[in-house]
T-cell receptor
Framework: DADVTQTPRNRITKTGKRIMLECSQT?????MYWYRQDPGLGLQLIYY???????NKGEISDGYSVSRQAQAKFSLSLESAIPNQTALYFC????????????FGPGTRLTVT | AQSVTQLGSHVSVSEGALVLLRCNYS??????LFWYVQYPNQGLQLLLK??????LVKGINGFEAEFKKSETSFHLTKPSAHMSDAAEYFC?????????????FGKGTLLTVNP
């Protein structure tokens, strides 16, 4: 079983709809992240969380919100989706403290029409 | 602040040829550096990492990278390309101090392997 899972894997939604992307991990890591990937732009950090009560904005948080329901679960919401939020979204985890590598989920491909 | 530059958004090699993917970094502190690979329709997978121990780092699938402080480089190599190496590769540098959680990624290099 994968250590970091994301649901759904693909989603098409309409402008103005609310949508939630979910991430679960079995690695026991405290830190979790949400990234957005656009072709040719690499990965941009949307939100990150050090534990259930510690959530922080990343580089491009406008239009997004998150919820850390438990150590193992971190959800990303688009309150009112717009077409330029069409992208590939990744969840990642890492161990707390130190400059550690991150482990990525398989991604959710979101299309907003 | 940290930054990463990957030279060449697309590299094409023949099967069996040397693979060289270039990465230069900028960091205000001794860096921790990472290479990730992304196969089609998959997430990023860690290939290797440098954490200030040996300057030549060996990773999975026959890849290795050499840290050169004087050149601020961390280029990824593989002696002989295989068709299965076709993927996108990302170099990343970690933050430091209060930003040690943060990975700054390059924009990626797409590797094509021709038969």
């Amino acid at each position: 079983d994968a250590d970091v899972t994301q649901t759904p894997r693909n989603r098409i939604t309409k402008t103005g709809k609310r949508i939630m992307l979910e991430c679960s991990q079995t690695k026991g890591h405290d830190r979790m992240y949400w990234y957005r990937q656009d072709p040719g732009l690499g990965l941009q950090l949307i939100y990150y969380s050090f534990d259930v009560k510690d959530i922080n904005k990343g580089e491009i948080s406008d239009g997004y919100s998150v919820s850390r329901q438990a150590q193992a679960k971190f959800s990303l919401s688009l309150e009112s989706a717009i077409p330029n939020q069409t992208a590939l979204y990744f969840c990642a985890t890492s161990e707390g403290q130190g400059r550690n590598e991150q482990y990525f989920g398989p991604g959710t491909r979101l299309t907003v029409t | 602040a940290q930054s990463v530059t990957q030279l060449g958004s697309h590299v094409s090699v023949s099967e069996g040829a040397l693979v060289l993917l270039r990465c230069n970094y900028s960091s205000s502190v001794p860096p921790y550096l990472f290479w990730y690979v992304q196969y089609p329709n998959q997430g990023l997978q860690l290939l290797l990492k440098y954490t200030s121990a040996a300057t030549l780092v060996k990773g999975i699938n026959g890849f290795e990278a050499e840290f050169k402080k004087s050149e601020t480089s961390f280029h990824l190599t593989k002696p002989s390309a295989h068709m299965s190496d076709a993927a996108e590769y990302f170099c990343a540098v970690s933050g430091s101090g209060g930003s040690n959680y943060k990975l700054t990624f390059g924009k990626g290099t797409l590797l094509t392997v021709n038969p």
